[in-house]
DNA sequence: TATTTTTATGCAAACGTTTGCGGGAACGTT
DNA sequence: AACGTTCCCGCAAACGTTTGCATAAAAATA
């Protein structure tokens, strides 16, 4: 069951060298000839040695492995993210351990914590719903790289990777302004969510720009924006008496909510209410009518948060940047706004 | 930027003890009186201290770190067996590392060697589609232990943990049966796929157990289970002169494929043409009508299968398990098949 | 009291790698 | 010939933990 393990000192008793030569023969230093460092990489090859990553980390400090955490890995967006991660990293000669932290807060210090006793190099964090606790991530701040992607918090001085919410959103909204849409109710977070906080800035400032009314009575706040959420809050948008002729919810999982009520109720997408989603979830496609939503490019932004953590991580001065890193996520028009 | 670091040697020193002692008694070895394991545990709790791992990893060979290998991190399904091997690990104390394989066997290769290069303690993975590359997994299988969930192959000698395909797809069709369906047609993969081959096995029995005819005109077989495929079989299916009454699609998101075309034919649903899937993704409630399917508990799967990796680490004989282990998958039934 | 046994602790080596330092050889410069 | 450089390379220490072995103290036995 187990091969024999060959280590540097194997290496270096064969070709009669010592082990720090060899060491440095494989790790290309400078004052090793050229001749003994084909030599030794030659037969570190042929015996197919590979470094003992323990001892490495052990003796450099350096493992090697990001960390991330995650609120909810089952999100169709988060996954590729998730994807964008695993392959820059890869790239990169990083591992990656992964976490999901539930929403939960206290899960996600406790992350944190066993992530920087475990001894990764980097962290990259996806904020849970309420993080009050701004605290045990400002903590690790300074024990650790960390950088804040998709759910973020400018409340958290590093750097951070995002979609343009609220430029993403103002097209959003324009687009139904565009369409002849002139009462455009939005269903949104709580202010706790950045995220949603952005999209609701690029709501307003749509409306402002082209001289529409605000309405209070149709800007929705929910604490957890979920297809169920979305349902019960376009009933109780279609029981006020100037029904919306528009719903901007800020998620595709709430916006299916918003759909299927719609339809329940037989009022006509787009000609009577229009829909228009965030996210381009797979089920923006399937549900009908197909929904308005914005595409948001997961990959890039993974691949962009690893790129930035790994700068930090070999950056050795013990500068902590911020950074503010938005990838353009562009709207893609469907059946639920079609301009009829 | 750096916290001072705190090791057993500092431990000890204030201690009054040596460092063997202290790290026996965090250990719980016995021969540590209960008074000093007390002292110990309760300065290393008070001053935070917690092991170097690579350390640790380096003297005993053990580094706490289970790698996973998915074929798509993006797959719904894949992600609720990923939630439960995290949570399986956590609670176990093992960190878990993961990988995308793209279906790209090579790359599969590539990794399974990264991971054992890397010193994880096991691995659990989900084969690629095309898996004739087992010598690969054959050679990790007795680097390292090793066990299939989800994407298994019988070719492979080692503990495998599934959904009970063959069962599930049986009573999907009996149900189909049931409702008084007698042409039912099937798209499934190719024979690589080793879920689908169960999936088509039961499909066969419970024709046969009830005495249907089996209509090769009717068996579908495509590379790539995808929404494309299931809308281009339900094209050539409705193209035959004998048409289906019902279709088994092996896989929800070729599921989608075929509500959506019978919907553009105006082929009413369930009355001619009754439609299963196989999943219970998001999009089964989604889609109208909503899909009959099975729900597949990912998140069991996950955690059986981390269960049953670590019994095999923990276990110091040599010889390499191989259980077969079923998960039961239940059968959904909604507006896609309800009998009218 | 003398002895063995038990209990609790310390010493020191080991794991595989990296790296500061030191030094011999070869070469070039005065 | 004496000196300074440059080029290669080896010695040995260090990283933090675990663990076999030794041993002192305490307890039990004779």
Redesign the interface.
């Known amino acids: ?1 187990k ?1 024999e393990i060959i280590t540097l000192k194997k290496l270096a008793q064969i070709l009669e060298l010592s082990t720090s030569t060899v060491s440095r023969a494989l790790n290309d230093h400078q004052d090793i000839s050229e001749a003994t460092r084909k030599r030794v990489k030659n037969l570190a090859q042929s015996m197919h040695y ?1 470094p ?4 490495r ?2 003796r450099k400090h350096k ?1 090697n ?1 990001i960390g991330v955490i995650v609120p909810n ?2 999100h ?1 967006f988060t ?2 993210i ?2 964008g991660i ?2 820059e990293a ?1 790239l990169k000669g990083y ?6 932290s539930n929403n939960d807060t206290a899960k996600q210090t406790e992350m944190l914590n066993t992530m920087i ?3 990764v190099d980097g962290i990259l964090v996806s904020l849970t719903k309420m993080t009050k606790d701004i605290d045990t991530v400002l903590q690790t701040l ?2 650790c790289p960390l950088i804040l992607f998709d759910k973020v918090s400018n409340k958290i001085p590093c750097t951070q990777v995002t979609i343009n919410d609220e430029e993403a959103a103002y097209s959003a909204i324009e687009h139904l302004i565009n369409i002849g849409k002139k009462r455009i109710a939005i269903i949104k977070e709580r202010e706790f969510s950045y995220t949603s906080e952005k999209r609701y800035a690029g709501y307003l400032k749509a409306l402002k720009d082209h001289n529409i009314e605000i309405d209070e009575k149709i800007i929705i706040s929910v604490d957890d924006i979920s297809t169920q959420q979305g349902k019960r809050m376009t009933n109780h948008l279609l029981s006020i008496k100037k029904k919306p002729d528009a719903i901007f919810a800020i998620t595709d999982s709430s916006a ?1 909510g918003v759909i299927q009520t719609l339809k329940k109720f037989n009022i006509k997408i787009p000609e009577e209410i229009a829909v228009v989603g965030f996210s381009n979830s ?2 923006s496609t ?3 009518p197909n929904l308005t939503t914005v595409d948001q490019p997961g990959e890039t932004i993974g691949k962009n948060a690893v790129k930035y953590l790994i700068e930090e991580i070999e950056n050795t001065t ?1 500068t902590i940047s911020n950074k503010m890193i938005e990838i353009k996520g562009t709207l893609i028009i469907r059946d639920s706004t079609f301009k009829v």
């Open positions: 069951m091969k590979v003992n990553i323990f001892a980390g052990f493992t492995i890995i089952t169709y996954t590729t998730v994807r695993l392959e890869k591992r990656v351990i992964i976490s999901e006793q475990f001894g300074n024990k299916v797979r089920f399937i549900i009908e013990d």
